[in-house]
């Protein structure tokens, strides 16, 4: 499979979707818009919005476990490291036909290269924290995240 296109997209998102700046309300809109996406909709998720190391929210939906929770910590290390979304270096890995172990010496045990953690990066200045889904197939846990963090973006979150 050629990975290319979806490499080039998802480098995309990430020069595209950046803050100017990040507050707690601002990880507060987001994980309600989040949450209240996932109960409409029927789908059991937890979210996480993380800032400097400090959780600004984390919030589990019906149908969730403690597993979730263990996803996004190792989702986020993946994306602290390499400063980019979980899903891009999974991608980024299959392209390569390596594994995380084979290519970074990085166990799976700590860390997780699959879609669902997204970079909150500030224009100028770089990545400083994670949005974060857990709970659907890696694809869908990306695109909640990036529907979300792109809706607010563009001012399409009720304050």
Not at 71 to 93: A, D, E, P, T
Not at 128 to 142: M, W
Request: with cysteine; hydrophobic share 40%; glycine share 6%.
């Amino acid at each position: 499979m050629d990975y290319s296109s979806l490499l080039s997209e998802l480098a995309q998102q990430e020069n595209v979707l950046q803050f100017d700046s990040f507050s707690n309300d601002d990880a507060f809109q987001i994980g309600m818009y989040l949450y209240e996406k996932a109960k409409k909709d029927g789908k059991a998720i937890t979210i996480d919005i993380t800032r400097n190391g400090q959780q600004l929210f984390h919030a589990a939906l019906p149908g969730t476990s403690p597993d979730n929770d263990q996803w996004i910590i190792r989702k986020n290390r993946v994306v602290n490291r390499f400063c980019m979304s979980s899903f891009r270096v999974g991608i980024k890995l299959a392209d390569s036909q390596k594994t995380l172990e084979e290519k970074y010496n990085l166990s799976t045990f700590d860390y997780a290269p699959h879609g669902g953690a997204f970079p909150i990066a500030i224009r100028n200045t770089g990545v400083i924290g994670t949005i974060t889904v857990s709970g659907l197939a890696q694809a869908e846990d990306h695109a909640m995240a990036v529907d979300a963090i792109s809706a607010f973006l563009n001012g399409k979150l009720a304050p």
